[in-house]
């Protein structure tokens, strides 16, 4: 057992929307990422998302709203909603989700990350 920072996590994460596996627990991977632009419509048939902001801002999209997140805020995507986040411009976030939950959900394209890096 070890302590993790955060900040030093995100300091190893070069690309956006590559997620990095940071810590797990009860089947579940807390994962942080870098995101900038638009990423793909998606969803997960089976697995709830956590979205937190630990620096930026983030609009999520989903097919009836658009949810702003601001740093220290979070939203959690019931399985099965189509959702695609934005960041106009650096977002830093930190994801809770299943272990195997597939970033680009239902899709498939270049930037599926199959196992993501555990740093």
């Known amino acids: 057992m070890k302590k ?34 638009e990423f793909v419509w998606h969803h997960h048939e089976h697995e709830d998302e956590l979205f937190l902001v630990i620096q930026g801002h983030l609009s999520l999209h989903l097919r009836d709203r658009i949810i702003e997140l601001e740093e220290g805020e979070f939203f959690i995507v019931p399985r099965g909603t189509e959702h695609k986040p934005v960041a106009e411009h650096e977002v830093y976030l930190l994801m809770l989700e299943p272990t195997g939950t597939l970033n680009t959900g239902n899709v498939r394209d270049f930037r599926t990350v199959d196992a993501p890096e555990h740093i």
């Open 4 to 37: 993790v920072s955060i900040r030093d996590k995100f300091d190893l994460i070069q690309e956006p929307w590559q997620p990095k596996v940071v810590g797990e627990l009860n089947q579940q991977q807390v994962k942080l990422a870098k995101l900038k632009g």
